[in-house]
């Protein structure tokens, strides 16, 4: 990172000043197919490089994430033949972990890929504000000329428009629209009218073609309707997976990066695996036109019903515990030893990158706690219920194979935590930590409350000698793109409750499973 940070280094001191890496070099993949290879064709004639170097541009000392301000970068060390998309932004609080998309005209056309801004728009400047900050900066928005659009912002320290040769807009049919993602403002100024977001397709899922450029939206007042954005992300017209891991890519992958899963010390509602769950007891509940019938269930779970719903009034399916109270006690408990994650493999963000879903079965979830204040307050059977599924999602870059993304899930909602603020161990595995008793998940220790001013639901999460490796155990259950290479089990494709009274339902039926996390 060239450049000094100004005259407030020594006061301010920003994380920023630092660049993470993971704490081990990127393993050399499998060979075979276009997964880590560097460079993307996203069809049409545009090819894209991902870029993690940068040099510093502009830096507040106020405002964004903690009052620590933000640091506007461009990208460095471009391939021949490759233009910049746009700027990077990332607020102080964090160490340097970022990335660009930038571009190359591969098109045998006259209206190629990339095309030069016709002109610039002054989008802000900090002339005026009375902040701390290393100069004064300016962003602009490329004018785009027609058919085009621009897809990032400029960043100068200058009142005099940035060279047309600095940036390249995109044909409008390799773009699509986008959205700002709230949950990641990157900065905004004390009196809020001036705002700096991350943007991300507004359509995202195995099947959508939106491609992020990682770069930013810079806007003064209004709203951020995805239809009235000023900039586009990229979008991947080929429809092809060849830069998707192979089979043997995947297995390296979950070797380099699973978690190692830490349950609380009290925790008394341990993991295992599906099978295990099924021969030591479990049942399927069928009732049928207010007949119940109660049924043992098959290792693979090869006789539960498949596919369908429960709206039909006549006929009704349930998993539960065994009516032998013995075995029900038992069942509860789970077995550590059996345990196993459950991966789902899939492509996102036009396929880009790839998100490494690993799902985690507990056979049971036990009650919450209420903190009023100072006091715990146990709440019986709340949150009590059979059959809890979890899960964590690695998101890895098709560019080059390294982790960027760790989402972890935490009751109905979740949190994406950057590589940057993970606890590694053994080279580049994360620790995370299941919350007694709920089995949220989150990648540090201590206690998370929902809720606010001292009133809420306690997670408490620590390290004890319970831990799960799912590097070791693991079974891939699924990757539509690998086709017949995977077989999914037949508990996969069982839709209905994995527990009585509105049991949760299984891993396909979660709005993620074709998805985004958020």
Not at 306 to 326: A, F, I, K, M, R
Request: proline content about 7%; overall charge positive.
């Amino acid at each position: 990172m060239a450049s000094s940070l100004g005259q407030f280094k020594k006061k301010q001191n920003p994380r920023i000043e630092t660049t993470f890496k993971l704490p081990a070099d990127i393993p050399v993949w499998p060979p075979g197919g276009g997964f880590a290879t560097s460079i993307i064709d996203l069809g049409g004639g545009l090819l894209v490089s991902q870029i993690s170097t940068f040099n510093k541009v502009w830096t507040t000392y106020e405002g964004g994430p903690n009052n620590l301000g933000a640091t506007f970068f461009e990208p460095t060390g471009l391939s021949e033949g490759f233009f910049m998309l746009g700027c990077y932004c990332q607020p102080n609080n964090k160490p340097l972990h970022g990335w660009v998309l930038v571009g190359k005209d591969n098109s045998s056309t006259l209206n190629g890929a990339l095309a030069k801004p016709v002109d610039y728009k002054l989008v802000w400047n900090t002339k005026s504000l009375k902040i701390k900050q290393d100069g004064q900066g300016y962003i602009w928005l490329p004018i785009a000329p027609e058919g085009y659009k621009p897809v990032g912002h400029v960043v100068t320290t200058s009142p005099e428009k940035p060279s047309l040769d600095k940036i390249r807009c995109v044909r409008s049919d390799l773009t699509d629209e986008c959205t700002t993602c709230h949950s990641m403002k990157l900065w905004r100024t004390e009196n809020k009218r001036f705002n700096v977001y991350d943007v991300r397709p507004i359509k995202r899922g195995i099947e959508a073609q939106g491609v992020s450029v990682g770069t930013f939206l810079a806007q003064s007042g209004g709203g951020t309707n995805s239809k009235a954005l000023p900039i586009s992300c990229l979008k991947n017209t080929k429809g092809s997976f060849s830069y998707m891991p192979n089979l043997s890519q995947i297995k390296a992958m979950i070797k380099a990066y699973s978690p190692y899963m830490y349950l609380h010390p009290m925790e008394e509602y341990l993991p295992s695996s599906v099978d295990w769950f099924f021969t030591n007891g479990a049942v399927l509940i069928e009732k049928r036109k207010g007949v119940i019938r109660e049924s043992s269930i098959e290792p693979n779970g090869s006789n539960l019903p498949q596919g369908g719903s429960n709206d039909d009034d006549d006929v009704t399916y349930w998993l539960d515990l065994p009516l032998d109270e013995t075995k029900r006690v038992s069942i509860k408990k789970g077995d550590l030893a059996s345990s196993q994650a459950y991966v789902h493999v899939k492509p996102m963000l036009g396929g880009t990158f790839t998100d490494i879903v690993m799902w985690i079965f507990y056979p049971f979830n036990g009650g919450a706690r209420a903190k009023v204040a100072c006091t715990n307050i146990p709440l019986r059977t709340k949150g009590e219920h059979v059959g809890d599924w979890e899960h964590l999602t690695l998101r890895v870059s098709n560019f080059n194979g390294e982790l960027w993304r760790v989402y972890f899930s935490q009751h109905s909602e979740g949190k994406w935590v950057d590589a940057s603020e993970l606890e590694f161990q053994n080279g580049n595995r994360p620790a995370a930590y299941s919350s007694l008793h709920g089995h949220a998940l989150f990648p540090k220790p201590g206690l998370v409350m929902q809720g606010m001013r001292g009133l809420g639901v306690r997670n408490d999460a620590a390290r004890s000698d319970a831990v799960m490796d799912m590097a070791t155990w693991f079974e891939i259950v699924a990757a539509e793109y690998l086709g017949s290479q995977i077989r999914e089990p037949p508990w996969l494709n069982y839709w209905m409750n994995w527990g009585p009274k509105e049991g949760p339902k299984g891993p396909k039926q979660k709005d993620m499973w074709k998805g985004d996390e958020r």
